[in-house]
């Protein structure tokens, strides 16, 4: 599956942005979807998860109740809605996608379990 996200940008403390991820294929309905970030000089972390349907969701501790991901599965497409968004939400968000049987968070906090990956979006957060 290929990965495209968008909906990056500038935005003022306390603004919002969606991002998308659109996949191509029609097998989309069976990858666990996740969203990770990278700020400058750290390592990619884990941000959001969704399962095959969109019935269960996680979040990080650090973007729980600001940050909304979600799925439309007819559209190919896996959203993360951005909201009260912090300096320190700086990054370059990707999404990720995985084939798993279970939806566990053993595992799906782990960049290394995902085999597919988007490009990239940057969400710079600055007055």
């Known amino acids: 599956v290929q990965l495209q996200a968008s909906g990056g940008g500038l935005v003022q403390p306390g603004g919002s942005l969606r991002l998308s991820c659109a996949a191509s294929?029609?097998?989309?309905?069976?990858?666990?979807m996740g969203w990770f970030r990278q700020a400058p000089g750290k390592g990619r972390d884990f941000v959001a998860a969704?399962?095959?349907?969109?019935?269960?969701?996680d979040y990080a501790d650090s973007v729980k109740g600001r940050f909304t991901i979600s799925r439309d599965n007819a559209k190919n497409t896996v959203y993360l809605q951005l909201n009260s968004l912090k300096p320190e939400d700086t990054a370059v968000y990707y999404c990720?996608?995985?084939?798993?049987?279970?939806?566990?968070?053993?595992?799906?906090?782990?960049?290394?379990?995902?085999?597919?990956w988007g490009q990239g979006t940057q969400v710079t957060v600055s007055s």
């Open positions: 969704i399962n095959w349907r969109g019935g269960s969701t």
């Open positions: 294929g029609r097998t989309f309905s069976m990858y666990i």
């Open positions: 990720a996608a995985a084939q798993r049987n279970q939806y566990d968070s053993s595992w799906f906090t782990n960049d290394v379990e995902y085999e597919y």
